[in-house]
């Protein structure tokens, strides 16, 4: 199970009931560095990705920013 939480105010995004590495979600394909900063275990067979919910994404919305 994949669950995504805000990484600014730890409020839950969502859940997915596949691995981390399932190629719909493209998270295999990012540069190990990103896998690190951004995937977690937190549990056997449990993974968190910490991303920005739209609640903390900054305001105005900036297209040069990394995590957009």
């Not at 939480?5 to 691995?19: F, L, P």
């Not at 549990?43 to 991303?51: F, N």
Request: net charge negative; proline share 7%.
């Amino acid at each position: 199970m994949v669950v995504y939480r805000c990484r600014h105010c730890g409020r839950m995004i969502g859940e997915y009931a596949g691995s981390w590495d399932d190629p719909l979600l493209g998270l295999a394909q990012l540069p190990s560095e990103d896998q690190d900063a951004l995937i977690t275990c937190i549990a056997p067979g449990q993974t968190q990705v910490s991303i920005l919910c739209e609640h903390c994404l900054p305001v105005p919305y900036d297209e040069g920013l990394w995590y957009n």
